[in-house]
């Protein structure tokens, strides 16, 4: 990822992929259960459903933000294709995550993407404390993202490729 100066307004991305030896319909039942992800993540703790299909809070922690619960919206869920939900406000969520699965080689082309903001998260009370430094800490945040989702990737690929 190159450091583009994205200030958080500019709802900034980052985005990881992988090869899985295995069918989109194989990988789906993995990436699309939520209740799977705590285990691939060191900083989401716990998620479950309110409403199934639609809606599930999750439970984060983090050494410099605390611990923190938000409900997620499920924005899009095309099996075997795409898994996307919006955090605290689909209308103006403070993150954006999306799973898409695409046929590729004999396998599946597994990425997961993410989009800071437009809507207020942890991250803003940090910018509102330091506004001088709002680039430096959008781009920190978007490494942190792009590693967790490299091993997110990783341990879905390990988990569905050693059946």
Known sequence: ?????????????AEVSTW???????????????????SLSSELQAVE??????????????????????????VECEEPRVFAWAVADPAEPSAIWKFTL??????????QWMQMGPGRSG??????????????IVFV????????MTGNLAAIKDRIEKR
């Open 141 to 148: 945040r978007l490494r942190e993202f792009e590693t967790a």
């Open 20 to 38: 899985i030896d295995a069918a989109p319909e194989d990988v789906w039942p993995v990436v699309s259960d939520i209740g799977l992800m705590p």
């Open 1 to 13: 990822m190159e450091w583009t100066g994205a200030r958080y307004a500019d709802k900034p991305t």
């Open 49 to 74: 459903w309110c409403e199934v299909g639609r809606t599930f809070v999750g439970r984060s922690k983090h050494d410099a933000f605390g611990e923190w619960e938000t409900t997620s919206y499920v």
């Open 102 to 111: 695409e046929p590729d080689n004999g396998g599946t082309r597994l990425s």
């Open 123 to 136: 991250l803003s009370f940090a910018i509102d404390r330091m506004p001088e430094k709002e680039q430096k």
